[in-house]
């Protein structure tokens, strides 16, 4: 990749790596629901001065379809199976179980028959990768039941297509558009629900965590999300994943106070590698 491909990939892996504590804190008051509807509307508020600034209101309502397709599938659902799920497995699990969405990206790129080529060199990165999250996160799978892994499989499908739709029925949009459109369709969505499950008590702590949560891992992270896939291509750019579940797992060491273990040690120079292998450029006749 391009230096300007890496810094947009370093700032998408501290950025998405956050949300794993985040939620874990937030979910111990929150409905996943209700969390859902305070991550995207603080973000759909914030964005829409932005977007009539620049003048893109237009193409938001033109392609409010797509928009409102897209924000269901990338966060709608998978954020409220994402936090419901990290209320009965170990956010450990959560984070091994979303790295299968760079495996299902290249199923996915494979059965499209895209113009971007996936040689043996970044299959061998993907494989890598994964290897060094199990290792990371363990594969104690003993934290939670198939319904809960069954609910973050399809947020690591949802995950999946996301992109595919803005790599191909959104790269025409400004991405402030797009991110205020569609976290703004999917906040009415969730307003019904959140009215009947508002807690009767949050705490500031809370309340930090959801504003992180939508400002910076919401409105901010899909900015610099929608540059990455412009600039290294939908299927390379989800490889971000591997890396986010190195910053969880350290997160989680610093402020969840979890063990550092072997698996870490052994583990994160595999993440970094794999990272490497699985974004590079191809050397070699490609496999599709």
């Known amino acids: 990749m391009s230096r300007r491909g890496w810094a947009l990939f370093m700032a998408m892996a501290v950025i998405w790596g956050l949300p794993y504590l985040l939620i874990r804190i937030a979910v111990r008051q929150l409905d996943p629901g209700v969390l859902v509807l305070l991550r995207t509307a603080p973000a759909a508020l914030l964005l829409a001065p932005v977007v009539i600034a620049q003048g893109s209101f237009a193409p938001l309502v033109k392609n409010l379809r797509w928009i409102a397709v897209f924000g269901i599938i990338e966060f709608g659902v998978p954020w409220y199976l994402m936090s419901t799920a990290e ?96 976290t703004a369709v999917v906040a009415l969505c969730w307003l019904p629900w959140s009215f009947e499950h508002w807690p009767s008590h949050v705490s500031s702590e809370t309340w930090a965590s959801v504003a992180t949560l939508s400002t910076v891992c919401t409105a901010g992270a899909f900015l610099v999300f929608f540059q990455l896939i412009k600039e290294v291509g939908a299927t390379r750019s989800v490889v971000v994943t591997y890396f986010n579940t190195a910053i969880a797992v350290v997160l989680g060491i610093v402020g969840l106070h979890e063990p550092l273990t072997v698996g870490i040690l052994l583990g994160f120079p595999l993440v970094i590698v794999g990272c490497v292998f699985a974004t590079s450029s191809p050397r070699e006749p490609a496999l599709v």
Request: glycine content about 14%.
């Open 87 to 182: 209320r009965h497995i170990t956010s450990s699990l959560t984070s091994l179980l979303i790295c299968a969405v760079p495996l299902l990206a290249v199923v996915a790129q494979r059965i499209r028959r895209t113009e971007e080529h996936i040689s043996r060199r970044r299959i061998g990165g993907l494989g890598v990768g994964a290897l060094g999250v199990a290792l990371l996160v363990g594969l104690d799978v003993r934290g939670g039941s198939l319904v809960w892994i069954g609910f973050m499989l399809v947020v690591a499908l949802g995950y999946t297509i996301g992109p595919i739709i803005l790599a191909t029925k959104l790269t025409h949009v400004p991405g402030t558009a797009v991110v205020a459109g569609a």
